[in-house]
């Protein structure tokens, strides 16, 4: 069993036709669904037929309960904690060759808090994979590190992932290297623009950390793992789709090299569809 803890959101995805006219109209397309880093890496991982728990805090609203419903049929255990606050939503301008900007409100999901925890969501847990945004902000990322212990406490695994530049500016660069020597991830995760940020070495943040290197693959203890050569439509999700690769591979045994050709894979063909989740 994988967990993961943190956002299920709706994404709002607007890929325009053209560059946006101020004070004026573009024809775009615009797409609704699923979003949320934790959510999204549970949807990647469910679609490779792994068993997969996310543990989230939402809006007991119609948007909430739409997105458990939809994760749910995705093949996703989902363990909500309702929430009085409105359920989050990110919405997503997609640029010329899928780069993306994003404007998140991620409502009631920072809310969870460690007391919202129960012990048997962690029964059975083999890796819990983290995003950082679930450590950025408390109470969620209290909540973050109870269920770490948890998870260590039942002999698993830990996988981050570093998700923002911009969160771990906010965050503080220090504060996070330093939550990663005394979390002593097994698999770290990150751009190498967020790895930077940080200021540390990436041999130093974790037993394996993996640089994800966008079209041209990812980096693993130096070595480069080409991806394959796609036409990028949307790159929302593809860091998740990647991430759960990778782990799975891991757990089923796979060297690191070996994980990483097999997230290559994954992570490219996310990048040829608009959306964050498998369809």
Not at 72 to 96: S, Y
Request: with cysteine; charged share 20%; hydrophobic share 45%.
């Amino acid at each position: 069993m994988i967990l993961s803890i943190g956002d299920l959101l709706l994404d709002i995805t607007i890929i325009p036709d053209g560059p946006l006219r101020p004070n004026d109209d573009r024809q775009a397309r615009i797409g609704v669904g699923g979003g949320g880093q934790a959510a999204n890496f549970c949807a990647w991982a469910a679609a490779m037929g792994e068993p997969v728990r996310l543990v989230t805090r939402v809006g007991d609203d119609d948007r909430g309960r739409g997105l458990v419903s939809e994760l749910e049929a995705k093949g996703v255990e989902v363990c909500p904690v309702w929430a009085d606050e409105p359920t989050g939503a990110i919405a997503v301008l997609v640029g010329a060759g899928g780069d993306r900007a994003m404007a998140t409100e991620r409502g009631a999901s920072t809310g969870l808090r460690p007391d919202d925890l129960v012990e048997a969501w962690f029964d059975g847990v083999q890796l819990i994979h983290v995003p950082a945004y679930s450590l950025f902000l408390d109470p969620l990322g209290k909540a973050t590190r109870a269920a770490i212990a948890l998870v260590r406490d039942r002999g698993g695994m830990l996988s981050v992932d570093l998700s923002s530049v911009a969160g771990l500016k906010q965050y503080g660069p220090t504060r996070m290297a330093y939550d990663l020597a005394r979390l002593k991830p097994e698999l770290l995760f990150g751009t190498a623009a967020e790895v930077a940020t940080i200021g540390v070495s990436a041999e130093h943040l974790a037993q394996v950390p993996v640089i994800k290197l966008g079209s041209e693959g990812c980096s693993v203890f130096g070595r480069v793992i080409p991806a394959p050569v796609v036409r990028n439509v949307d790159g929302t999700g593809a860091g998740d789709a990647f991430a759960a690769a990778f782990c799975a591979a891991w757990l089923h045994g796979a060297t690191p090299v070996e994980a990483a050709e097999r997230a290559v894979i994954v992570g490219s063909a996310a990048v040829t569809r608009s959306g964050a989740r498998p369809s």
